[in-house]
Nanobody, 115 residues
Framework: QVQLVESGGGLVQAGGSLRLSCAAS????????MGWYRQAPGKQRELGAI???????NYADSVKGRFTISRDNAKNTVYLQMNSLKPEDTGVYYC?????????WGQGTQVTVSS
């Protein structure tokens, strides 16, 4: 079993920055993929960015060039540095960990970007 705890969300003005953190605990193996997904009000949850243990990344087009995902394998923690934030980035950001066939989700952290 794996638990994910997100932190770092908040309210920021357009053009500002936030840094999200997600700490994983439990039965975590060496090989896994972690990522961030977001859900805007009234919309489906969508990919933000993912990163594997070797550092390979993939970003949604909507955040590419503005967001940077990284991870600390020793701490089983993934980060999302969000720069040049836009109002459309507003939503609940969820951490996800995929390990073998298992998918784990955090409870989410709210990000609100004001105009």
């Amino acid at each position: 079993q794996v638990q994910l705890v997100e932190s770092g969300g908040g309210l920021v003005q357009a053009g500002g920055s936030l840094r999200l953190s997600c700490a994983a605990s439990g039965s975590i193996f060496g090989f896994n993929v972690m990522g961030w997904y977001r859900q805007a009000p009234g919309k489906q949850r969508e990919l933000g960015a993912i990163i594997d243990r070797a550092g390979g990344t993939n970003y949604a087009d909507s955040v590419k060039g503005r967001f940077t995902i990284s991870r600390d394998n020793a701490k089983n923690t993934v980060y999302l540095q969000m720069n040049s934030l836009k109002p459309e980035d507003t939503g609940v950001y969820y951490c996800r960990l995929v390990q073998m066939e298992n998918v784990y989700w955090g409870q989410g952290t709210q990000v609100t970007v004001s105009s």
